[in-house]
Structures are given as structure tokens and as C-alpha cells.
């Protein structure tokens, strides 16, 4: 029995880590199967009632190999502690089998009060470098959580868990897929669907505008008409840091076309201190709003990013 599980840890070694060339290199290299033999035997002892002795064996394995597992924790079979420094895995704690741990993982405990304070880990679960799972909560069946990722609440079967705190992202790879390694990022999403949104309601402001005709001078009509043209054409000027143009980004605060001169002047909201692309978005906006016919000139005013929108005002009060 005691062999069989040997060779079940060194198989999963190989399944899991492709940098590993031969049994004596697992055998004596990798601290991470080191941590879990002792472990198994200092769980023995605590199991049976020596607890001094199984916290004692614990805390060698701590000092040789920089991962802490409580005698306490249940783990299960052919887990794997990629590298491992750092790892600490609580009392109440548990792994189910076939588990990927990364280092830096934290299966830690969010209460003083006694019981089961920490979490429970399914089988063929993946845990990111730095992730940390807290609290007495339940990670589903081949679930994925991120790198550096603060799980606090239960994660569903086959989830992938991003961000602090943690947020399900999506699903994961059913067994024997291939993995792609990159993590969604569920923030860039809601973003994108409010400036999605901002636009639909800046569109229907604008169609609103020019249904008025009793109140909309026939000049300011026009206006309006000119400054959406300038406005579709920007949409072809695309920031290469995030792949979206400046328009569904939300960089173009303001646009003014002057229906008699065709003078146009455009507001360009961002970052000024830090973004390096400043000059080229400016002149990218420039280029392609100049290109229109009837426009005359084009100016573009560069705005700081309005996070104080009281200054922000100010700002575009002095302009």
C-alpha cells in the first residue's frame, strides 16, 4: 500500500510538471512531495493521539521544505505541490484527489471559534501561485482558481475564479482538454458593458436632439450631423494597449464641428501623466477627423482623466 501511493506521487509528478526527466530526480529534488510524505506520517501520529509529536514532525517538514501542512489536514491522493514555497495549508482543511497547488497558496481559516474553519478543496482542482482560499467553504470538482486570486465565498464545480475577491470568471476544461492557460477578467467585462451602454444612451440623446425641429435650429442640426461623422469615423482609431477604439473606450468626452467654418474640435479624455500613448492617439484622432470632407482643421484637446469630477468641470470651464 505504502509503495503504491509512492509511485501514485511520482506519476502525478510526471503528469503534471513537464519539467520532470526521471524518478530520482522527483524522488530527491522536489520539496513538494517531500512536504506530503511527511505529512502523511505526521497526520498518523496526530490521528493517533500524538498531537506534540505529529505538530513537531510538521514543523521539520516546514523548516526543510518552506511548505506548511497542519498534521490536522485530510489530503488526498497524487496531489501535487508545484514548487511549494510559502504553501500553507490549515488544520481543518481538505484536498480531494488529483489536486494542482502552485506556490504561495494559502487554504487558510477566517475565524477563531473552533471547528472546521477552512476550506475543502475538490478533486482535480488547479489553485493558482499566491491564490488564497479562506474560510470553511467548499472549491467544486476540477474548479480553477487564479493566480493571486482572495476566494471567500463557495465555488461551483468546474468554475474558474479570478481577482480579489474572487469572482467566478467562467468555466474551466472538462478532463483530458487542453487548458489555455489565460485567466478572463471579469472587470475588463462589466467595463466594457457600461461603455457599451454610455454609448447606446449617448445615441439615443443625439437621435432626440435632432427630432426636435421646433426647438433645434436648422445650423445646430447640422452641427450635430457633422459631429456624428466626425464620431464614426473615429471609431476606426483603435488604442493598441487594449484593442478597442477610442470611441467605445470612452476617450471622446466632447465633439464641436462649426457649421460655418468646418472647424472641428475634439476632447480627448486621458491619462496624461501615464499614458505613453498620448502623442500618437492625439495625432491618430487628429489625422482621421481631418480627413473628412468640409473639415477645415481639426483641434484636439487632451483632458485629464476626470477620477475628481468637480476638477474635471473646472477644467473644462478654462478651455
Known amino acids: 500500500m505504502v509503495f503504491t501511493r509512492f509511485r501514485e506521487d511520482i506519476q502525478a509528478i510526471f503528469a503534471k510538471d513537464p519539467e520532470a526527466r526521471s524518478t530520482i530526480e522527483?524522488?530527491?529534488l522536489y520539496p513538494g512531495l517531500h512536504a506530503l510524505w511527511f505529512h502523511r506520517r505526521a497526520h498518523w501520529?496526530?490521528?493517533?493521539?500524538s498531537t506534540f509529536w505529529g505538530r513537531f514532525l510538521s514543523h521539520i517538514s516546514r523548516f526543510l521544505t518552506g511548505i506548511e501542512i497542519h498534521p490536522g489536514a485530510v489530503m488526498g491522493?497524487?496531489?501535487v505541490i508545484d514548487h511549494g514555497m510559502e504553501v500553507v495549508i490549515g488544520e481543518t482543511a481538505e484536498v480531494g484527489d488529483d489536486v494542482l497547488i502552485y506556490m504561495g497558496v494559502v487554504l487558510g481559516g477566517t475565524s477563531l471559534a473552533g471547528g472546521k474553519r477552512h476550506p475543502t478543496i475538490g478533486n482535480g482542482v488547479v489553485i493558482g501561485s499566491g491564490a488564497s482560499v479562506l474560510g470553511p467553504i467548499g472549491v467544486g470538482d476540477s474548479a480553477r482558481i487564479g493566480a493571486g486570486a482572495v476566494v471567500v465565498r463557495p465555488v461551483p464545480a468546474?468554475?474558474?475564479?479570478v481577482g480579489v475577491p474572487g469572482r467566478i470568471a467562467g468555466g474551466t476544461c472538462g478532463p483530458g482538454e487542453e487548458e489555455e492557460g489565460v485567466m478572463p477578467d471579469p472587470?475588463?467585462?462589466?467595463?466594457?458593458?457600461?461603455?457599451?451602454?454610455?454609448?447606446?444612451?449617448?445615441?439615443?440623446?443625439?437621435?432626440?436632439?435632432?427630432?426636435?425641429?421646433?426647438?433645434?435650429?436648422?445650423?445646430a442640426r447640422l452641427e450635430l450631423t457633422r459631429e456624428d461623422e466626425v464620431r464614426e469615423a473615429?471609431?476606426?482609431?483603435?488604442?493598441?494597449?487594449?484593442?478597442?477604439?477610442?470611441?467605445?473606450?470612452?476617450?471622446?468626452?466632447?465633439?464641436?464641428v462649426d457649421p460655418t467654418t468646418g472647424a472641428a474640435t475634439v476632447d480627448l479624455v486621458l491619462t496624461t501623466k501615464g499614458c505613453p500613448?498620448?502623442?500618437?492617439?492625439?495625432e491618430q484622432v487628429r489625422r482621421r477627423a481631418a480627413s473628412l470632407p468640409g473639415i477645415t482643421g481639426v483641434e484636439v484637446r487632451v483632458l485629464d482623466e476626470p477620477w475628481d469630477w468637480d476638477r474635471f468641470?473646472?477644467?473644462?470651464?478654462?478651455l
Do not use: C, F
Open 26 to 28: 522527483v524522488m530527491l
Open 45 to 49: 501520529l496526530w490521528t493517533h493521539g
Open 77 to 79: 491522493r497524487r496531489v
Open 158 to 161: 468546474g468554475a474558474t475564479v
Open 187 to 219: 472587470m475588463l467585462r462589466v467595463v466594457s458593458r457600461l461603455l457599451d451602454r454610455e454609448n447606446q444612451l449617448e445615441e439615443r440623446l443625439r437621435a432626440l436632439e435632432r427630432s426636435l425641429p421646433g426647438q433645434v435650429r436648422e445650423d
Open 234 to 256: 473615429l471609431r476606426a482609431v483603435v488604442d493598441p494597449e487594449v484593442g478597442i477604439d477610442v470611441v467605445d473606450l470612452g476617450l471622446i468626452r466632447d465633439i464641436h
Open 277 to 282: 500613448l498620448m502623442d500618437y492617439l492625439s
Open 313 to 318: 468641470a473646472k477644467q473644462r470651464g478654462s
